[in-house]
C-alpha cells in the first residue's frame, strides 16, 4: 500500500479526536472542502495496490491567479469597446449642410424588388455630393432553416445574391457610411453578414441591426442618430410607435430611422420635459411584390423605399433636420441649402 501523506495523517487525526468533520477543520485551519479532499486522499492511498508510479503531470493551464487577471482585462477590453460603440462619434468630412439617405430593406435577389426604382436611387446617390448613405438592413432573403424552401421561388440563387452584395458595398461608387444587418442578414444562411465583411470597404462601418452615432460637423455642431433595422413597441394605429418610444423613454437623438416592416412613416416632435426636438423616419425598403403581405391583408405602401434627412449643422433645433419621404426632392433642398450658405 502506498503510504499516506503527513497532512492526510493530519487529517485522520483531527478527525478521529474531535468526532466532527467542521471542528477538525476548524482545528487544523483550513476548510471543510479541503479536509474532504485530504480524507478522499487518506482513504484512496490506504486502499491502492502497490504499482509503479510516475509523478503527477505539470498543470497544461494557468496558474488561477492568471485566469482571473486575463478575465479581468478581457471584460475591462469589452467593456471598453461596447460603451465606445454608444454614439460613436464621425466626422462629417464637408462644412455647412449635408444629407443623410436611408436605404430601406433591399432584399435585392427577391422578385419583387422594385430594381428601376433600385437603380434610380444607386444613381441618385453616387452622383450627389454631400449625401451619405446608410443601409437599414434585409440586403437579401438569405433564406433559412425551414424558409430554405423558398429558393424554388425565386429567380436569383445564393450565388448571384453575393455578386449583388459585392457590386451595390464595394463597386458601386455609392457612399455607404453605415450598414446595418437586419433579421434576414442575421440567419445563418448563405448570403449574411460575413458576406459583407468580406465585401465592405474599409471606410464602411458595420453594425448588427442597430447603431448610435454621433456626426460631428467642422463647425463643432453634432447630430444623435439612432438607426435600427427596428425599434421594440408595435401599435396597429402608430407605425412610428416603436421609434417614439425610444424617443420619450430611451437615449435622446436628433433622428431615429428604422425598416423591417415595409412600410412607410414620419414624424417631427418634440420632447418639452427634455428640451429635444426630435425626427422619426420609417422606410418601407424595395419590395414591392410581397406574397406574405398580400396572403395577411397587409397594405403596400407606394412611398418612401428610401427616405432623406437633410442636415443644417447651423440650424436651430427645430431646422437642423429636415427629411423627405422623396429623395431626388431631398437633394434639391440640399443644394438649395448649400447654396443659401455659401
Excluded at 166 to 180: A, M, Q, V
Excluded at 310 to 315: L, Q
Amino acid at each position: 500500500m502506498t503510504e499516506m501523506t503527513e497532512t492526510q495523517r493530519e487529517a485522520l487525526a483531527a478527525v478521529e479526536k474531535h468526532k466532527s468533520q467542521a471542528k477538525a477543520a476548524a482545528s487544523l485551519g483550513i476548510s471543510r472542502g479541503a479536509l474532504r479532499s485530504r480524507l478522499e486522499g487518506a482513504s484512496y492511498n490506504s486502499n491502492r495496490p502497490q504499482v509503479p508510479t510516475a509523478e503527477p503531470l505539470p498543470d497544461p493551464d494557468l496558474p488561477i491567479e492568471q485566469i482571473v487577471e486575463y478575465r479581468k482585462n478581457a471584460f475591462q477590453r469589452k467593456h471598453a469597446s461596447v460603451l465606445a460603440k454608444r454614439w460613436r462619434r464621425f466626422e462629417v468630412p464637408t462644412s455647412g449642410p449635408y444629407a443623410l439617405m436611408f436605404v430601406g430593406d433591399p432584399h435585392l435577389d427577391d422578385d419583387g424588388c422594385n430594381w428601376p426604382l433600385w437603380e434610380d436611387h444607386c444613381d441618385l446617390m453616387a452622383r450627389t455630393e454631400h449625401l451619405y448613405a446608410v443601409n437599414i438592413g434585409d440586403t437579401t432573403n438569405n433564406w433559412v432553416g425551414r424558409l430554405s424552401r423558398l429558393w424554388a421561388d425565386q429567380d436569383t440563387s445564393a450565388a448571384t445574391a453575393k455578386k449583388l452584395v459585392k457590386h451595390y458595398l464595394g463597386e458601386r461608387d455609392i457612399p455607404w457610411f453605415l450598414w446595418l444587418s437586419g433579421n434576414h442578414d442575421l440567419w445563418d444562411g448563405p448570403v449574411g453578414r460575413d458576406v459583407f465583411e468580406r465585401h465592405a470597404p474599409h471606410y464602411v462601418t458595420l453594425e448588427d441591426w442597430q447603431a448610435k452615432v454621433t456626426l460631428a460637423s467642422p463647425n463643432g455642431r453634432e447630430i444623435r442618430l439612432w438607426a435600427a433595422h427596428n425599434f421594440k413597441g408595435n401599435s396597429i394605429w402608430n407605425n412610428l410607435h416603436g421609434l417614439e418610444r425610444a424617443a420619450q423613454m430611451q437615449d435622446w437623438a436628433h433622428l431615429y430611422v428604422a425598416g423591417h416592416h415595409h412600410d412607410t412613416g414620419y414624424r417631427q416632435g418634440e420632447n418639452p420635459h427634455r428640451g429635444f426636438v426630435y425626427n422619426l423616419l420609417r422606410v418601407r425598403g424595395y419590395k414591392f411584390i410581397d406574397d406574405y403581405a398580400d396572403h395577411h391583408g397587409f397594405g403596400n405602401h407606394e412611398y418612401g423605399a428610401s427616405a432623406v434627412a437633410v442636415i443644417d449643422p447651423d440650424g436651430d433645433k427645430l431646422n437642423a433636420v429636415t427629411c423627405f419621404l422623396d429623395p431626388h426632392e431631398a437633394v434639391e433642398f440640399l443644394g438649395w441649402k448649400r447654396a443659401r450658405n455659401v
